[in-house]
């Protein structure tokens, strides 16, 4: 009998394999060509992330990337790549420590990505403008890329509070507290990680993002997806 993880995680699953073409897809797309890593192409790599961001909503209403074209992301895939993030690639969420190097290594690019948006970003449609770089946005990138975080996005922190996760904004205090909850529910997550098809290419933060996400989405079935 599946678990209520195992459950919500493939009933996300399943509407990818109901349309070759999915939207949902270009997660698998972007990651899948991010994971290369030293043989990324640094155009390819700004094109995919941007595809993947528009199809996850980054690119819809006041959004400044909605009026910027792809390369500007270059730096941000520079910054990703670059080695001395190497130890995010493959984090082991049942071994690391609160006050470990990967906690303190993944807020670091956090901030270098906000602050890079906000430092570089200083017209939008040729208006002198401050952009706004939310949560969201540096966890959707994070997640399409290394594949750390999960993207806190309205469903997910939804999904989140309904089972008794508290967050207000990202910090390493709920963070921590997200680990600890993929830690209580390991089995349940690693059986549903296995369930899927290309499951070796899902990061276990993509699949708790699957199992959040989609019992937000259940709770606001009429609302516009992210």
């Known amino acids: 009998m599946e678990t209520d993880i195992q459950s919500n995680v ?22 899948s060509y991010f994971r290369q890593r030293t043989a990324v192409n640094e155009d390819t790599a700004c094109l995919q992330l941007a595809f993947y961001l528009a199809s996850w909503g ?23 790549l670059d080695p001395k993030y190497d130890a995010l690639w493959n984090v082991d969420y049942g071994g690391i420590q609160r006050s470990g190097t990967e ?3 993944l807020f670091d690019l ?21 952009v706004n770089v939310s949560d969201t946005l540096v966890t959707k990138i994070l997640l399409g890329t290394i594949g750390c975080i ?24 709920n963070y921590w507290q997200l680990i600890e909850f993929y830690r209580e529910n390991k089995n349940d997550f690693d059986a549903a990680r296995t369930e899927i098809s290309s499951a070796s290419s899902y990061p276990i933060m993509k699949i708790v993002d699957m ?15 992210e």
């Not at 509070?161 to 904004?169: A, D, I, T």
């Open 10 to 31: 493939t009933t996300f699953h399943q509407r990818l394999q109901l349309d070759a073409n999915h939207r949902y897809r270009s997660w698998e797309h972007c990651h």
């Open 58 to 80: 980054m690119y819809r209403g006041s959004s400044f990337l909605l009026w910027k074209d792809y390369l500007i992301h270059k730096e941000i895939v520079r910054g990703i």
């Open 103 to 105: 906690l303190s290594l």
């Open 110 to 130: 956090i901030k270098w990505i906000r602050d890079w948006y906000v430092s570089n970003v200083t017209s939008v449609n040729g208006t002198k403008r401050k």
């Open 150 to 173: 999960p993207a806190y996005d309205r469903f997910l922190i939804l999904g989140m509070r309904h089972k008794g996760l508290s967050f207000s904004s990202l910090n390493t205090k």
């Open 211 to 225: 199992y959040f996400w989609n019992i937000g989405f259940t709770l606001l079935p009429d609302d516009n997806e």
